[in-house]
């Protein structure tokens, strides 16, 4: 990822964040939102968002199961500050819910739009997909090597 692409996809989060706090959502640290088959739900991801989690989250165990974050340990994130924008901006509270889909789409909207602008095509795909397929010849887990992600380019519109 480029310097300025990361600039860029860091500039959505910083966006997002300031638009999830400006809403007040409320938190009750029950770690539903990283159990994503108990509670009916996928995270999805972006290619951007892959690579930024992938060189700064702790190690873990392969393969990644697509029902729950393997980052999630004892209810507690360990990968906050690279978390991706579905973790930013998903809180349980029923009271959110619209305004959390308007953040979301905008946010989106937006790394697509990054995406566009720099020619890197799109691929967003539920989190497992990016961990599993990400360095598979990786060494032990309880290296800190991290390489990026390659890019997947878009599908060309009929």
Same mark, same amino acid.
């Given at each position: @990822?480029?310097?300025?692409? *990361? ?6 989060? +910083?966006? $997002? %964040?300031?638009?999830? +706090?400006? #809403?007040?959502?409320?938190? %009750? =640290?029950?770690? *539903? ?8 739900? !996928?995270?999805?991801? /972006? ?13 873990? #165990? ?15 994130? !360990? #990968?906050?500050?690279?978390? &991706? ?14 305004? @959390?889909?308007?953040? !979301?789409?905008?946010?989106? =909207? ?6 566009? =602008?720099?020619? !890197? ?11 599993? $397929? +990400? ?6 887990? %309880? /290296? @800190?090597? *991290?390489? &990026? ?6 599908? &060309?519109?009929?």
């Amino acid at each position: @990822m480029t310097p300025e692409v *990361r600039a860029e996809v860091l500039a959505v989060y +910083a966006a $997002a %964040d300031a638009a999830v +706090a400006a #809403a007040g959502p409320r938190c %009750d =640290a029950s770690g *539903r939102c990283c159990r994503f088959t108990e509670y009916g739900h !996928t995270l999805f991801i /972006s290619h951007f968002e892959a690579e930024l989690l992938l060189e700064a989250a702790p190690p873990f #165990a392969r393969p990644a199961s697509r029902d729950g974050c393997p980052f999630q340990v004892d209810r507690l994130c !360990t #990968a906050r500050e690279s978390r &991706p924008l579905g973790c930013r901006v998903y809180f349980c509270d029923p009271s959110y819910e619209a305004r @959390m889909a308007e953040i !979301t789409e905008d946010a989106v =909207a937006r790394l697509k739009a990054v995406a566009d =602008a720099h020619g !890197t095509g799109w691929h967003y795909a539920p989190l497992h997909h990016f961990l599993n $397929a +990400a360095r598979p010849d990786d060494p032990p887990p %309880d /290296s @800190m090597t *991290r390489h &990026p992600l390659p890019v997947v380019p878009s599908e &060309p519109e009929a």
